[in-house]
């Protein structure tokens, strides 16, 4: 497995070796060993699943109390991806980094602590797995409105096409989010 550093150094892409022949492909998705050779020391808690049709955008998600790292990836399908630093004390703070993942590409997603995490669908039934390092706490869940243009993030879903939750339809404009210090 190798890392490949983003624009923030603690976002990383984390790109894994995928075998292809005639049948399919073959892929190790976690290998703990080789996370904590790359300095990645995350007690995995749980693991996540969500299949989404094409357009669906969720987030941009976080914890206020018990913030969790994720590492996450696409088995079926594609999505764009996005994490941003919600640390105010963070020389990257309002900052993000974005990357398309495809199923079979070997790439994952590595989100820390102290970001707001959300994706868009690209294809039908796109399924996206998740590791957390903590366990999901829906009293501290808080939303940050997925197009809030003073972030600027380049989502490839236009506004009218989006398919978003109610729930994430009343996230916060990023001025008037609780974000951590």
Request: charged fraction near 25%.
């Amino acid at each position: 497995m190798q890392r490949i550093e983003t624009r923030i150094p603690e976002v990383a892409i984390l790109q894994s070796s995928v075998f292809r022949d005639a049948r399919g492909y073959f892929q190790e998705i976690y290998n703990r060993k080789d996370l904590l050779a790359m300095g990645i020391e995350a007690d995995w808690k749980q693991d996540n699943v969500s299949v989404s049709q094409r357009n669906v955008v969720r987030g941009l998600h976080y914890q206020i109390v018990e913030p969790q790292a994720k590492l996450v990836r696409v088995v079926h399908g594609a999505a764009f991806d996005v994490a941003v630093d919600i640390r105010r004390s963070s020389p990257t703070f309002g900052r993000h980094v974005s990357v398309v993942l495809k199923a079979g590409d070997g790439q994952a997603f590595l989100i820390p602590a102290g970001f707001a995490h959300g994706y868009a669908a690209l294809e039908p039934d796109t399924t996206f797995l998740y590791k957390v390092d903590r366990y999901y706490a829906p009293q501290a869940e808080r939303t940050i409105l997925w197009n809030d243009p003073e972030l600027g993030i380049p989502w490839p879903v236009m506004p009218d096409d989006a398919i978003v939750s109610a729930k994430d339809l009343l996230g916060k404009p990023f001025n008037a989010a609780e974000l951590f210090p």
